[in-house]
């Protein structure tokens, strides 16, 4: 998701400046082109080299510097960057930035940035917690900065608390939505995913070869563009991003019940979870013994259709789209549970595409058909997420 974006990584004097060597390699995995800023202090911690040699770029550090000012000065190095991620922050460029002085680098481009800024600051507890420390990230917090706060733990200065600089894939999931356009700013949206399990006796089940990974990755899209969402989310669902609200669920009864309080008066509701038509009409307590009687009979009793039930509840989502794995005929068995159903689309995708990394399918409206085509399911998500939005 990172793919071509410039990052500015400005990199303060504190203990965890380790740590910004493995967020600039991760940043850079994941397709972003890295220039770093380094504090005088920050050198004391880790060499240059060390992040020259790992981004192939030469690291800036001084603003006096005459080739820096012939080749990318201060003014062009933020101007070159689409956002700016500081990591660590010490509590002193916390001061110094919040109050506009500018005297290094670091805080002389700040103070020239007009493109989103992320911070993580990292400090000892005490530090983190003095008033002027708080009233300067809160300065920053009001002039638009997004802050991945410190975690807590034990502290490198041997104290326990709030100060660990966050771990680099959060500080790189704060950074996406800064880097995404917000065209699902102020919706919210409701997504299941996984399979359901459905229990006969004290030890087997009934469940599907459903990963959950289509729906997470929907519910991570859909809030990197803005949206509050909330992830119904069936047995071995992936974990997704922080803010995103997970309901974990093991039966299909489970699984309604959560999407009905969960989906009344959402903007969107996505039906991906592959929820068991049936389950048994009695669960054992105990394990069952063999029988020795050659076979058994087993009664399963219809499950409650969720997608029905959420496109025919009170406060309806204003748009709820279902998923329909099939084998064959994938358009016209769509169209014929869209009415059905009452739903406002449906994703009709192939059943081999269960528990795939790729996925490819039509996404079906009472007007129209789309074809999505065969991809990475990352991809194939983004598609559809265009798709709800142009509905
Ligand atoms: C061993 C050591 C560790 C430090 N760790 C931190 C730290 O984690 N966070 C912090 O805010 N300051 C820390 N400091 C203090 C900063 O290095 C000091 O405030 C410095 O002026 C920061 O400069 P800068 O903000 O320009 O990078 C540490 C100092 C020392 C000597």
Avoid at 275 to 298: C, N, P
Avoid at 309 to 334: C, G
Wanted: charged share 20%; net charge negative; glycine share 8%.
């Amino acid at each position: 998701m990172l793919k071509d974006k410039r990052i500015l990584l400005g990199v303060g004097g504190g203990i965890a400046v380790y740590r910004a060597v493995e967020l600039m390699r991760l940043l850079m995995k994941q397709g972003a082109e890295v220039q770093v800023v380094m504090t005088k202090s920050a050198q004391e911690f880790v060499t240059p080299l060390t992040f020259e040699a790992l981004s192939g770029n030469k690291v800036h550090t001084d603003l006096f510097d005459l080739t820096e000012q012939h080749g990318m000065g201060h003014i062009q190095l933020v101007r070159w960057a689409d956002a700016v991620v500081l990591a660590p922050v010490t509590s002193n460029l916390l001061a110094k930035i919040s109050h506009g002085i500018a005297d290094d680098l670091l805080t002389t481009l700040m103070l020239a940035n007009e493109k989103p800024v992320l911070i993580a600051p990292a400090m000892n507890v005490s530090m983190w917690q003095a008033d002027a420390t708080q009233r300067n990230v809160s300065i920053l917090k009001e002039r638009g900065y997004a802050v991945v706060e410190p975690v807590a733990g034990e502290l490198a200065c041997g104290e326990q608390g709030a100060g660990r600089l966050a771990e680099p894939e959060s500080i790189i999931q704060a950074l996406l939505p800064l880097l995404t356009e917000q065209t699902l700013a102020g919706q919210y949206w409701v997504i299941n995913a996984g399979p359901t399990v459905e229990a006969w006796d004290a030890v087997r089940i009934l469940t599907n070869r459903a990963s959950g990974a289509l729906g997470a990755m929907l519910a991570d899209a859909a809030a990197v563009c803005g949206a509050k969402v909330c992830l119904i989310a069936g047995k071995g669902t992936p974990q997704t991003r922080h803010d995103v609200q997970r309901i974990d669920v093991e039966r299909a009864a489970e699984m309604l019940d959560a999407c009905l309080l969960a989906a009344q008066g959402a903007d969107v509701f996505v039906g991906t979870a592959a929820v068991s038509d049936y389950r048994f009409s009695e669960t054992l307590a105990s394990k069952l013994k063999r029988q020795g009687s050659g076979s058994i009979q087993v009664e399963l009793v219809e499950n409650p259709d969720i997608i029905q039930a959420v496109a025919t509840m009170d406060k309806r989502p204003h748009q709820v789209i279902a998923f329909a794995a099939e084998s064959e005929n994938h358009v016209a068995y769509a169209q014929e549970k869209l009415r059905r159903k009452g739903v406002d689309a449906i994703v009709a995708n192939d059943v081999s595409n269960m528990g795939a990394n790729t996925a490819s399918g039509y996404y079906v409206t009472v007007n129209d058909v789309f074809k999505l085509n065969a991809q990475d399911k990352a991809l194939f998500v983004r598609q559809l997420v265009q798709h709800i939005i142009n509905m």
